[in-house]
């Protein structure tokens, strides 16, 4: 079968290959690949980033898949061929104190799909059946891709949800941040978004179209902000990473608000914690996300709360680089691969 692999250590070094075709442990299914969209992680691992260094390569890339039952190990109960599933990104244990807590996405012993074992970039994948969450017959399984990077958005939200009529500001408006602002929209919020000049051209419209509301990223965030409302900040989704975006968010939001930290930052960030300890404003980091997202993430796409027409662009798994440099440069919000 053909598969994405990142071939070595080293920036580019993706090839496209021929690799067998995988079979099922006894725990595990075979997983047709319907779709696989691509991460800004797998973007990292692609340009062999500092932060991305912890793939062990050879390895297939791709995290955000889902598809059909194909074959069923003989301990993989529950399922069978024909099956439409999405999977989860996080291979979790289910014995250590995290995992027997329900926080699965924290779990002491994880790996990950395309870092650590064969991902979804690729016709197939073998897959723990404890992984699996079926779809409804409404959900196209390519649509479902976006199932895994729902749930990193919908578990952010929900770690400090917005009451209707408060003021969310979203930083970074890529997938995840777009995907957070429709998830906090749907609590009844108002929500803003903030970029930078480079976000003018594709993700900042892209953010309109979804009901969100851009800030003028040619100027500071707190000009952008008095220009389009006096109203506070009652919470920030930070979901770029940048120190610059985090220390911005200190200072905007309200005194009591609340800071939600999603993008996966570079370097070592340093921030005023006093900020935080005078406004009493609650700083939550939040990561990935547990099977109870999981479940409300593909329910929100099933009803059009997120709709994936609007945020997939299709392509095929021959042209699987063609969309690694389209996302690379923003020309398409998020790839979707198709064998």
């Given at each position: 079968?053909k598969?994405?692999?990142?071939?070595a250590p080293?920036p580019?070094?993706l090839?496209?290959?021929?690799?067998?075709?995988?079979?099922p442990?006894?725990?595990?299914?075979?997983?047709?690949?319907?779709?696989a969209?691509?991460?800004?992680?797998?973007?990292?691992?692609?340009?062999?980033?500092?932060?991305?260094?912890?793939?062990?390569?050879?390895?297939?890339?791709?995290?955000?898949?889902?598809?059909?039952?194909?074959?069923?190990?003989?301990?993989?109960?529950?399922?069978?061929?024909?099956?439409?599933?999405?999977?989860?990104?996080?291979?979790?244990?289910?014995?250590?104190?995290?995992?027997?807590?329900?926080?699965?996405?924290?779990?002491?012993?994880?790996r990950?799909?395309?870092?650590?074992?064969?991902?979804?970039?690729?016709?197939a994948?073998?897959?723990?059946?404890r992984?699996?969450?079926?779809?409804?017959?409404?959900?196209?399984p390519?649509?479902?891709?976006l199932a895994?990077?729902?749930?990193?958005?919908?578990?952010a939200?929900?770690?400090?949800?917005?009451q209707?009529?408060?003021?969310?500001?979203v930083?970074?408006?890529?997938?995840?941040?777009?995907?957070?602002?429709?998830?906090?929209?749907?609590?009844?919020?108002?929500?803003?978004?903030?970029?930078?000049?480079?976000?003018?051209?594709?993700?900042?419209?892209?953010?309109?179209?979804?009901?969100?509301?851009?800030?003028?990223?040619?100027?500071?965030?707190?000009d952008?902000?008095?220009?389009?409302?006096?109203?506070?900040?009652?919470?920030?989704?930070?979901?770029?990473?940048?120190?610059?975006?985090?220390?911005a968010?200190?200072?905007v939001?309200?005194?009591?608000?609340?800071?939600?930290?999603?993008?996966?930052p570079?370097?070592?960030?340093?921030?005023?914690?006093?900020?935080?300890?005078?406004?009493e404003?609650?700083?939550?980091?939040s990561?990935?996300?547990?099977?109870?997202?999981?479940?409300?993430?593909?329910a929100?796409?099933?009803?059009?709360?997120?709709?994936?027409?609007?945020?997939?662009?299709?392509?095929?798994?021959?042209?699987?680089?063609?969309?690694f440099?389209?996302?690379?440069?923003?020309?398409?919000?998020?790839?979707?691969?198709?064998?």
């Amino acid at each position: 079968m053909k598969a994405l692999l990142k071939v070595a250590p080293e920036p580019g070094a993706l090839e496209l290959r021929d690799v067998p075709r995988p079979t099922p442990r006894a725990d595990e299914v075979i997983v047709e690949v319907a779709g696989a969209s691509i991460c800004g992680s797998d973007l990292h691992i692609a340009q062999w980033h500092p932060m991305a260094q912890w793939t062990r390569t050879p390895v297939i890339l791709g995290h955000e898949f889902a598809g059909v039952v194909t074959d069923v190990g003989a301990a993989a109960g529950g399922f069978r061929p024909g099956d439409a599933v999405a999977v989860e990104s996080v291979i979790w244990c289910g014995r250590c104190p995290p995992c027997r807590a329900g926080r699965t996405n924290v779990c002491d012993a994880r790996r990950l799909f395309g870092i650590h074992e064969p991902g979804g970039l690729a016709e197939a994948v073998a897959v723990p059946s404890r992984l699996l969450h079926r779809l409804p017959a409404s959900l196209p399984p390519r649509h479902a891709a976006l199932a895994e990077p729902t749930t990193v958005a919908l578990h952010a939200v929900l770690l400090q949800p917005p009451q209707p009529g408060d003021v969310v500001l979203v930083t970074g408006p890529g997938p995840i941040g777009l995907l957070a602002g429709r998830a906090a929209r749907a609590f009844g919020a108002r929500v803003l978004i903030a970029g930078t000049p480079a976000d003018a051209a594709t993700r900042l419209p892209a953010a309109r179209k979804l009901g969100l509301e851009p800030l003028d990223p040619a100027h500071s965030l707190a000009d952008a902000l008095a220009a389009v409302t006096d109203a506070p900040v009652d919470l920030v989704l930070e979901c770029s990473g940048a120190a610059a975006a985090i220390d911005a968010a200190l200072h905007v939001v309200k005194r009591g608000g609340g800071v939600t930290l999603i993008g996966m930052p570079s370097a070592t960030v340093e921030i005023d914690l006093t900020l935080a300890l005078r406004g009493e404003v609650s700083l939550r980091p939040s990561y990935f996300g547990t099977w109870h997202d999981f479940e409300r993430a593909i329910a929100l796409i099933a009803s059009g709360t997120i709709p994936a027409e609007e945020l997939l662009v299709a392509y095929t798994l021959d042209n699987v680089l063609a969309a690694f440099a389209d996302a690379e440069a923003q020309r398409v919000l998020k790839p979707v691969v198709h064998p």
